[in-house]
């Protein structure tokens, strides 16, 4: 099994930026594919970006393209999540989750997940 442990949340001021981390468990995490997910209060969960199992590929929602990237490290298993030019409706909990198909991520599911993360964002 995968344990995933996210960090790098708080408060940013609108156009901000903040690089959220998410921590693996586990021998395999080089084979799986990434994904980061978001849920503000009273919404669905919500797709942001994917990654490759190898970082060759990634996937963005369209609220965040062109401002958020996703990135991975695999000799420090940890995938990142970096957050520019940040609007109110970034507030959210962020969640990284964990599946050996990067289309199954990209279709926004996931095999593990974190405990997730806060991001508030202010005016």
């Known amino acids: 099994q995968v344990q995933l442990v996210e960090s790098g949340g708080g408060l940013v001021q609108v156009g901000g930026s903040l690089r959220l981390s998410c921590a693996a468990s586990?021998?395999?995490?080089?084979?799986?594919?990434m994904g980061w997910f978001r849920q503000a209060p009273g919404k669905e969960r919500e797709f942001v970006a994917a990654i490759r199992s190898n970082g060759g590929s990634t996937y963005y929602g369209d609220s965040v393209k062109g401002r958020f990237t996703i990135s991975r490290d695999n000799a420090k298993n940890t995938v990142y999540l970096q957050m520019n030019s940040l609007k109110p409706e970034d507030t959210a909990v962020y969640y990284c989750?964990?599946?050996?198909?990067?289309?199954?991520?990209?279709?926004?599911?996931?095999?593990?997940w974190g405990q997730g993360t806060q991001v508030t964002v202010s005016s």
């Open positions: 586990g021998r395999a995490f080089s084979s799986y594919a």
């Open positions: 989750a964990a599946h050996r198909d990067y289309l199954t991520v990209v279709g926004g599911r996931g095999s593990y």
